[in-house]
């Protein structure tokens, strides 16, 4: 049968075996009216103030976005936001709009306009974190956690801090949104990867769906909290990238309510795992690069049998990428035991180890295929994975060799399966 999969701009249809379980979630419908449904909870926040009454004209007020690696409708919730704070006499000299970047690299001018329409970018003060520029920077000294935090200098000496962002399942830090657009969205490098290290990686609550317990969240909501926002704006997105939900007001009440939303709607159960699991990164923009689509092998990796196999098809139109440490890790641990063995070796610490450490604690339990017309073959062996030419020819082979059950996740992590139980244990 014929199946489209989320890849790249476009999608791409392809023939699977007949017997093929699709797995998607839960279809949440679009909201009838987006900008009223933003504006309404703008207005009527949980366990917070109306945004209008947080704010007095004269006010320097940041407005933190996630960047181009992430589906938030930023160019359809922003432009509601901002006109609410001009509505409570925010001049727009007084308002920056600042790219929650991580440790990522900035977006280009012709990417800004996209992500934000060029009605904000010609109109507002738009910046781009730098985890790397000490001057960027301001120190709130050490977590519980025994880490150094270090966060965004125009940030920290806003008068008015606003968080925004979408909330879907994350594979290390339960779910996206609420506290991650401090920590690593606003954070320094060591921070990011101190938050991001291989025994964090490695603890068994750092997954999908999982808040509680998990200390890469727990120190994320840690960190935003020292950094006392005043605001959160959240949404959830449906398959068809419509806004779905709005979760507005106090940081960690917001968040909460998107995640319960979240947890019905993209997370499904299966009786049992499956010798072969197709997947996504649930197409452009999630699908970038090979980097970014580690997501979706481990929203399939959640299903696979240990010793089956998985075949991801990323269109990957900014490569590996080259920037980020991802590939360079790849290639000096030259396999996955290797990477492991170099991430877990005492005093260890590099940007990206965490994307590589996940890579291949996959493929200790799954052999990986990759499907992908940004990347050449050669590419996809130097990032440790098999060359895939033909899915369905590849699918025929696998089914032949490792048994007959089959998934697909069309929308790669935007549907997270779980073996048995209950949504609300992950």
């Known amino acids: 049968m014929k199946v489209r999969l989320d890849y790249g701009r476009e999608g791409l249809t392809v023939e699977v075996p007949d017997q093929a379980e699709i797995i998607r ?6 909201l009838h ?5 933003i504006r309404s909870a703008l207005r009527l926040p949980l366990n ?33 936001l901002l006109r609410e704070l001009e509505r409570a006499g925010i001049q727009r000299q007084d308002i920056t709009l600042l790219n929650g970047l991580g440790t990522h690299r900035p977006q280009t001018p012709v990417e800004l306009r996209a992500m934000l329409g060029s009605w904000i970018v010609e109109r507002y003060r738009c910046l781009q974190h730098n985890a790397f520029d000490d001057r960027n920077l301001v120190s709130l000294g050490m977590t519980s956690f025994g880490n150094p935090l270090r966060v965004n200098r125009v940030y920290m000496e806003s008068d008015v801090r606003i968080l925004t962002g979408f909330i879907e399942p994350h594979l290390f830090a339960g779910f996206s949104g609420g506290p991650k657009a401090v920590l690593p969205s606003l954070a320094g490098a060591e921070s990011v990867t101190s938050n991001h290290n291989a025994a964090n990686i490695a603890h068994p609550k750092a997954t999908w769906g999982v808040t ?23 949404v959830t997105l449906n398959a068809e990238r419509q806004i779905s ?20 709607q993209a997370m499904a159960a299966v009786e049992k795992p499956f010798d072969v699991v197709v997947t996504t990164n649930n197409g452009y923009p999630l699908d970038q690069n090979l980097y970014q689509s580690i997501k979706g092998l481990s ?31 790849l290639k000096r641990g030259g396999s996955p035991q290797g990477v492991l063995d170099l991430v877990h070796s005492p005093g260890f610490s590099a940007p990206d180890q965490w994307q590589a450490q996940i890579q291949a604690m996959i493929q200790q339990k799954a052999q990986v295929h ?7 073959d050669e590419q996809i062996r130097q990032a440790l994975f098999i060359p895939c030419k033909d899915i369905g020819q590849t699918l025929e082979e696998l089914l032949g060799e490792l048994g007959v059950s089959i998934a697909v996740l069309p929308e790669g992590p935007q549907t997270i399966a779980y073996i048995g139980g209950s949504g609300d244990s992950h």
């Open 370 to 376: 990759v499907y992908s017309d940004g990347l050449t």
């Open 299 to 329: 929203a399939a990796s959640q299903i696979v049998r240990l010793g089956g196999a998985i075949l991801i098809a990323t269109a990957c139109e900014d490569g590996v990428p080259a920037h980020g440490g991802y590939a360079d890790l």
């Open 33 to 37: 009216d987006e900008a009223e449904a």
């Open 48 to 80: 917070s103030h109306p945004l209008v009454d947080l704010v007095t004209p004269g006010q320097r007020v940041v407005v933190v976005h996630t960047d181009i690696t992430r589906a938030t409708p930023n160019d359809r919730i922003l432009p509601v």
């Open 212 to 234: 509680e317990g998990n200390p890469i969240w727990e120190e994320m909501r840690e960190a935003a909290i020292l950094t006392e926002p005043d605001f959160l704006l959240n």
């Open 245 to 264: 939900g709005v979760f507005a007001g106090e940081l960690l009440a917001a968040h909460m309510a998107g995640c319960a939303f979240t947890r019905q």
């Open 25 to 30: 979630s839960g279809f949440a419908p679009g």
